[in-house]
């Protein structure tokens, strides 16, 4: 079985630009999440979907993020337009329910440059 | 608000010791806790996960344990190896969210 997939892998991008990042989640999995992390901070959770609607999106930093999940199946994460202080690696979990444990993908490296 | 800190936060140590990696939190209403390893580049991969009703588990060379009513819990690796490199992050969770701490970055000498 697959596990969850990011594209793309690593992200170099100028300020001002727009980028999309992709998750494929696990194939069953209702819930997807969203995290990212900043250069030497710790792992931090930006928001939760189930199926396609937000639960959760009180980590987003601000409204140059939006995240979407048509469908149901996976979810897109667009950053427009991008900061320098949005570099980092943004991580995409998904789990059966919200009580189960989340796999985690190889996360997206994104320099903003 | 909840807090994970992970101490020490890097770690040099020669193949075969015995090691031990610490991890508090400063709310004790938890689920779970889990702990990850990441590999440069890579995602995060799952270690143990210790339910809040459980004191301990164990893989292979790995043990984890949880003091809930302290807030702490301790990864132990046995007999370290050069490929037990990487960085080791425990989380907890109270909800669906994730809380992380900064991690420890360990190195096992050949």
């Known amino acids: 079985e697959a596990g969850v997939t990011q594209f793309p892998s690593h992200s170099v991008i100028e300020k001002g630009q727009t980028v999309t990042l992709r998750c494929d989640p696990i194939?069953?999995?209702?819930?997807l999440y969203w995290y990212r992390r900043v250069m030497g901070k710790e792992i931090k959770f930006l928001l939760h979907?189930?199926?396609?609607?937000?639960?959760?999106e009180s980590g987003m930093p601000n409204n140059r993020f939006l995240a979407e999940r048509t469908g149901g199946t996976y979810s897109t994460l667009k950053v427009q337009p991008a900061e320098l202080e949005d570099s980092g690696v943004y991580f995409c979990?998904?789990?059966?329910?919200?009580?189960?444990?989340?796999?985690f993908g190889p996360g997206t490296r994104l320099t903003v440059l | 608000k909840q807090e994970v800190t992970q101490i020490p936060a890097a770690l040099s140590v020669p193949e075969g010791e015995n090691l031990v990696l610490n991890c508090s939190f400063t709310?004790?209403?938890?689920?779970?806790l889990q702990w990850f390893r990441q590999d440069p580049g890579k995602g995060l991969t799952s270690l143990l996960l210790?339910?809040?009703?459980?004191r301990e588990q164990t893989s292979g060379r790995l043990n984890a344990s949880l003091d809930k009513s302290s807030g702490r819990s301790t990864l132990y690796i046995a007999a370290s190896q050069p490929g037990d490199s990487a960085t080791y992050l425990c989380?907890?969770?109270?909800?669906?969210?994730?809380?992380f701490g900064t991690g420890t970055r360990l190195k096992v000498l050949a």
């Open positions: 979990a998904s789990s059966l329910t919200g009580a189960d444990t989340q796999y």
């Open positions: 194939s069953g999995h209702d819930n």
């Open positions: 979907f189930v199926k396609e609607s937000k639960q959760d």
């Open positions: 709310d004790s209403a938890i689920y779970n």
């Open positions: 210790i339910q809040s009703s459980q």
């Open positions: 989380a907890v969770t109270a909800t669906y969210k994730y809380i």
